[in-house]
């Protein structure tokens, strides 16, 4: 009787070992993880960071992560429809590109991990008063926010002699406004004057551009999803008008700027995906974790359009390449 008992030990044991080896080791790492990518929409610079995100995963996880990777079209309803699905499908976690992603998933739920990235300030879009550089919540991420007062310190040194800049931007988006009054202000310091001019969409954009140029001599265009998205309709009317825009960020000025003081959006991805590794795999908490800011920032030109306004840079600027 006493082997039979010591034999069904060693079998249990011997399960309970299978069981754990199956589960990728009894240290709490699962054999498989579900990342659940909500991005506003696609333009070039929300594109690098979810696809800098997705790789540093990658470098760490391999094949043991796996993405629903899902573009809301610039719409907030259909960032909430993906953030609910995601916590229906119970995700491990969830990566919001942009703060109308984030402001839906911290909406969808207080419990699944939240890693976001292209966000300007996190204060504003999670409307916390006691900022502390973390958020307290089942949320951390990256942040896309260039010194807003050195962009307003290029649009001086680019053009002394401005009287008037036109900051262009959708009001709805939360960050968008937090940068057009903090650049206004420091606009304000700088002897310029600065007028605010938003749009929802692209249908009534032409001719809020084309207020804008009648009236200002330089359009300065924030980290902005929607003017990010429609960068052709801002250039077709500015450029003709001879209209400068100078850009928070380098896609924006690709497609219809002269200039920006930019970040990186991979880098910044890339930082979201090592905070999501641990997370999932260290068992780190989203609210103890420090919001990361981007390390570098370059001053960039385009070269082709400065020369058809004919405008100069000066020789710290680096050329944006024109390459499709």
């Known amino acids: 009787m006493k082997m039979k008992k010591i034999l069904a030990a060693v079998t249990a044991l011997s399960l309970a070992a299978v069981t754990c080896v199956s589960l990728s080791g009894c240290g709490g790492k699962k054999a498989k993880y579900t990342v659940g990518i909500c991005q506003l929409v696609q333009h070039e610079a929300l594109d690098a960071a979810t696809k800098g995100f997705k790789d540093a995963l990658k470098e760490k996880l391999g094949d043991d992560v796996e993405f ?3 573009n809301a079209a610039n719409d907030s309803a259909t960032c909430a429809t993906i953030a609910n699905r995601f ?3 119970k995700v491990d976690l969830i990566m919001a590109n942009a ?5 839906a998933a911290a909406a969808a739920t207080a419990d699944i991990p939240i890693v976001a990235t292209s966000i300007t300030d996190y204060a504003t879009a999670l409307e916390i008063s006691d900022w502390t550089g973390k958020t307290g919540k089942n949320i951390t991420g990256s942040a896309d ?3 807003l007062d050195k962009q307003a ?6 053009f002394p002699n401005a009287k008037k800049v036109g900051i262009l931007y959708n009001s709805g988006e939360a960050n968008s406004k937090y940068q ?9 310091e700088l002897g310029i004057e600065a007028k605010e001019y938003t749009s929802a969409d692209s249908n009534d954009l032409q001719g809020v551009v084309t207020k804008a ?3 200002v001599d330089v359009i300065y265009i924030p980290t902005d999803n929607t003017m990010a998205s429609n960068t052709g309709i801002v250039n077709n009317v500015a450029e003709p008008k001879k209209v400068p825009v100078v850009a928070g960020e380098a896609g924006i000025c690709k497609g219809c700027g002269i200039a920006t003081l930019s970040i990186d959006y991979y880098s910044i991805g890339q930082k979201a995906g090592e905070m999501a590794y641990e997370i999932l795999v260290n068992g780190a908490k989203p609210g103890e974790m420090e919001i990361e800011y981007a390390d570098t920032l370059t001053k ?3 070269a082709s359009r400065c020369k058809t306004l004919d405008i100069t840079v000066p020789s710290d600027y680096v050329a944006i390449s024109e390459e499709e």
């Open 145 to 147: 926010l260039a010194p």
């Open 300 to 302: 960039q030109y385009m």
């Open 99 to 103: 703060t109308p992603a984030l402001q």
């Open 87 to 89: 916590v229906s499908n």
């Open 213 to 215: 140029c009648d009236e």
């Open 68 to 70: 629903d990777e899902q």
């Open 180 to 188: 057009a009054t903090v650049v206004t202000a420091a606009l304000k």
């Open 153 to 158: 310190e290029m649009i001086k040194e680019l």
